[in-house]
Structures are given as structure tokens and as C-alpha cells.
């Protein structure tokens, strides 16, 4: 096909949905790990809110 390497041949020409396929689970597996679920995401969002502090020491005095 004239392509320097044989995998851009493959690339363009030939049915990669079998290996992308065969893929998928990994991918699952990888996206459960990373991606926090709703419930998680709501419980750290309140922990987060939880966290405070009086910054006010921090401000220039006015007035």
C-alpha cells in the first residue's frame, strides 16, 4: 500500500473492531479504578465541605 510501517496500513485498511473489541473489558476494569462512582463522589464532596477554616486572620483589617 506504500506505508513505512505495516501497522499504518493495518490502521487505515483493515477491521479493527475485533481487537478493539477484545479490549473493552480491560478498559472497564481501568475505568472502575479511576473513576469514582456517584456515592463515593458525594461523600468526598461533603468531606470536602466539611473541611473549613476562619481565614479572616488572613485579611487586611478595614474599616
Not at 33 to 47: A, G, H, I, Q, T
Amino acid at each position: 500500500m506504500g506505508h513505512a510501517k505495516e501497522i499504518i496500513t493495518m490502521d487505515v485498511y483493515a477491521d479493527n473492531r475485533g481487537i478493539i473489541a477484545d479490549g473493552v473489558p480491560e478498559i472497564e476494569a481501568y475505568m472502575k479504578e479511576v473513576l469514582p462512582n456517584m456515592e463515593e463522589k458525594e461523600s468526598f464532596k461533603k468531606e470536602l465541605l466539611e473541611i473549613g477554616r476562619d481565614v479572616t486572620e488572613f485579611l487586611p483589617e478595614t474599616g
